[in-house]
């Protein structure tokens, strides 16, 4: 079983729908980030939470929300979906333990399209 | 401000050896990240290099000079399934563990 899982893997929704994206991992990592992609953009950071009390706002924040329910799950949800939220959603952890290199681990991605 | 730049595209021969270089200006700096990633899949972490030098893991190297603000990914022997993006990262600052990315490189390996 992979160590980090996210649901759904693909979504189509309409301008104005409210939609969750779910990340859940086994890995027992403190810190989980969420990141969009686009073409020619690279990765860019949403949010990003270092334990279930502690929620950070990245570079790119506007129009999402997040929820840490629990050490192994943290949800991004989109309150009012917009075409140009249109993109790829990873989720990432890592550990904060020392003498660790603290790479990140990634979801498999959720391919959200806005119509 | 931060910055990461990274050739969009490479092309390279089986059995070749190929150098992405990467530069970054970031405000802090703990760490430099390289991914591979294939299209339409999750990045994988290669290597990391935080003192100046190269760091040496199999067929892949990857070079830092903190001085300079420059990284190397150096790929010996290519192969085709080589074929992917390499994501150069950076770990802003001591303790924050937030991690830049730069737009990726487009390795494309040709037979």
């Known amino acids: 079983d992979a160590d980090v899982t996210q649901t759904p893997r693909n979504r189509i929704t309409k301008t104005g729908k409210r939609i969750m994206l779910e990340c859940s991992q086994t890995k027992g990592h403190d810190r989980m980030y969420w990141y969009r992609q686009d073409p020619g953009l690279g990765l860019r950071l949403i949010y990003y939470?270092?334990?279930?009390?502690?929620?950070n706002k990245g570079e790119i924040s506007d129009g999402y929300s997040v929820s840490r329910q629990a050490q192994a799950k943290f949800s991004l949800s989109l309150e009012s979906a917009i075409p140009n939220q249109t993109a790829l959603y990873f989720c990432?952890?890592?550990?904060?333990?020392?003498?660790?290199?603290?790479?990140?681990?990634f979801g498999p991605g959720t391919r959200l399209t806005v119509t | 401000g931060q910055n990461i730049d990274q050739p969009t595209e490479m092309t390279a021969t089986e059995g070749a050896i190929v150098q992405i270089n990467c530069t970054y200006q970031t405000s802090g700096f703990n760490g430099l990240f390289w991914y591979q990633q294939h299209a339409g899949e999750a990045p994988t972490f290669l290597s990391y290099?935080?003192?100046?030098g190269l760091e040496e893991k199999g067929r892949f190297s990857s070079f830092l000079s903190r001085s300079k603000g420059y990284s190397y990914l150096l790929l010996k022997e290519l192969q085709m399934k080589d074929s992917a993006s390499y994501l150069c990262a950076v770990r802003d600052g001591p303790g924050t563990y937030k991690y830049i990315f730069g737009t990726g490189t487009r390795l494309k390996v040709l037979a």
């Open positions: 990432a952890t890592n550990e904060t333990a020392t003498q660790r290199l603290h790479e990140q681990y």
């Open positions: 939470s270092f334990d279930v009390k502690d929620i």
């Open positions: 290099n935080v003192l100046d």
